[in-house]
């Protein structure tokens, strides 16, 4: 039996210290291997059945359920930050899926939705579909991921339908440190959206 090459032991270690549930793909490898001796690795470390393939060129480390004896369905926001890595594109939670993870709507999505710097995508993960809407670079290059989802968040919530109690559920998840962050970064979001997240910083949390 060969000895495996030192590339294929290195990114064995380094799955090995991923927590369950990361994706990942070759370009996450780049810095031991060229692309295609990193996707052969990731090819037989799939075989082994240590990694799952997600999507074609994403895997992620899957969790297995002893109460149920099978693996989980794989984390979508892992894979959404895989495929930014692997496009290098800036990406950030929005419409309901930005309400569901700032804990705004308790509603699971059915369609993840980012927005990105990059171009519109579409993907099947299973059943769930992972969307990417391209929006103009100044709304989202330069600006934290926190900002550009409570942007996209009340933007999806609407023009004029932001009541007291979802201000304060806006307020009570800013630290104090993204408050500040906020004011300084969505200036150039729309008048409206700005006037509100102005409001939101400055209420204070139920």
Not at 83 to 97: D, E, K, V
Not at 102 to 130: A, C, F, K
Request: charged share 25%; hydrophobic share 35%.
């Amino acid at each position: 039996m060969s000895e495996r090459p030192k590339y294929q032991l290195q990114i064995e270690e380094r799955i090995a210290e991923y927590p369950y549930g990361t994706a990942f793909s070759a370009s996450d490898f780049l810095d031991i291997a060229d692309a295609n001796s990193v996707s052969q690795a990731l090819f037989r470390i799939e075989k082994n059945g240590e990694i799952r393939r997600v999507l074609n060129g994403v895997y992620d480390k899957p969790v297995y359920s002893e109460l149920i004896k099978e693996y989980s369905v794989p984390r979508i926001d892992k894979i959404a930050e895989a495929l930014a890595r692997r496009f290098n594109w800036n990406i950030a939670p929005s419409g309901n899926t930005a309400l569901n993870i700032l804990h705004i709507s308790t509603q699971v999505p059915d369609i993840w939705e980012y927005v990105s710097n990059g171009p519109y995508r579409n993907y099947m993960v299973g059943n769930t579909s992972l969307r990417f809407k391209h929006i103009m670079p100044r709304e989202i290059n330069g600006c934290s991921p926190v900002t550009v989802m409570f942007i996209q968040g009340i933007r999806a919530i609407g023009k004029g339908n932001l009541t007291k109690e979802l201000m304060n559920r806006f307020s009570s998840v800013i630290t104090e440190e993204n408050r500040n962050t906020l004011l300084k970064e969505a200036r150039t979001a729309s008048g409206w959206i700005y006037k509100e997240i102005k409001n939101i910083c400055e209420a204070k949390p139920a």
